[in-house]
């Protein structure tokens, strides 16, 4: 499989993904690629021809080879990193959608542009990355369900017994490096299991980012209806009261004393 490929093709993928989507993509071609490429072949690659059965009856090696492994451990991580990666290029092909449209649009409005970033995860884009993130993890998920369901577990044990015709009798069989064909296994159904974490965590990040930016809009339109409110013109207030604040106003430049002996003589006047 032309790895390399694939991977200059979702490298463009980090410059629309955030931290974790950047993390995902390091664990998928760092620790599930590049083991898959360098080491696991090499493991499998002696799984049928070391298989050996304590009979020598025509067919049974065959048989029980078979029906132990319905399907090999290689081709399935094989077809789990296909699928795994495929639902990335729904982001990049969105983008690229994006642009052809903002440049048609550019050359039919005198250089306007439809979008500042086609890039921003805004509107339709946010979410197909956030699908694309349930499809990843979805993925994973299921490819370990598989693997699960039809190996009964994660490990390998080093005798299998196997009775299927034309098999004489219940007979032992026998595979290569158990041992470390078991490591390897849990090796890639932990690294599975850290990319569904990290598919996770982003959603909750874009989620939790999204409904921040909900609640800030709405505070702010609401505090701008509170100012527009509160700006509103006064109602008029009757003549009587400018009279009588009018009428008592007081001379800013008369001293304090001056004010008492003012005071004063109303008060005798009065009398």
């Known amino acids: 499989m032309n790895w390399s490929g694939l991977e200059a093709l979702l490298s463009g993928v980090n410059k629309y993904s955030t931290a974790f989507g950047r993390v995902w993509l390091s664990m998928v071609f760092v620790f599930r690629v590049m083991v898959f490429v ?63 449209k903002d440049m048609k649009y550019t050359t039919s409005h005198n250089g306007k542009h439809l979008y500042a970033h086609p890039g921003k995860k805004r509107g339709g884009l946010w979410w ?21 369901y039809i190996y009964e577990g994660y490990d390998l044990p080093r005798v299998y017994k196997c009775d299927m015709e034309p098999c004489p009798n219940q007979v032992n069989c026998y595979i290569s490096r158990p041992t470390e064909k078991k490591i390897f296994t849990l090796f890639m159904v932990v690294s599975s299991a850290v990319c569904i974490l990290m598919c996770i965590c ?6 939790f980012k999204r409904v921040k930016k909900l609640m800030l809009k709405k505070r702010e339109a609401d505090r701008k209806m509170f100012v527009e409110s509160h700006e509103m013109t006064p109602l008029a207030q009757p003549r009587s009261m400018y009279r009588s604040k009018s009428s008592m106003r007081v001379d800013p430049t008369a001293s304090v004393q001056n004010l008492s002996n003012d005071k004063a003589e109303e008060k005798t006047s009065k009398l």
């Open 38 to 100: 360098v080491a696991a072949q090499r493991v499998w690659a002696d799984d049928n021809k070391d298989f050996d059965c304590n009979t020598r009856q025509p067919g049974c090696s065959n048989v029980c080879y078979d029906h132990i492994f319905p399907i090999s451990h290689i081709r399935l991580w094989a077809l789990q990193l296909i699928f795994v990666t495929c639902p990335s290029l729904m982001v990049v092909g969105h983008v690229k959608f994006r642009e052809s």
């Open 202 to 207: 982003e959603m909750v990040y874009l989620i």
């Open 128 to 148: 197909t990355y956030l699908c694309s993130l349930v499809f990843k993890a979805g993925f994973d998920a299921g490819f370990l369900y598989v693997l699960y």
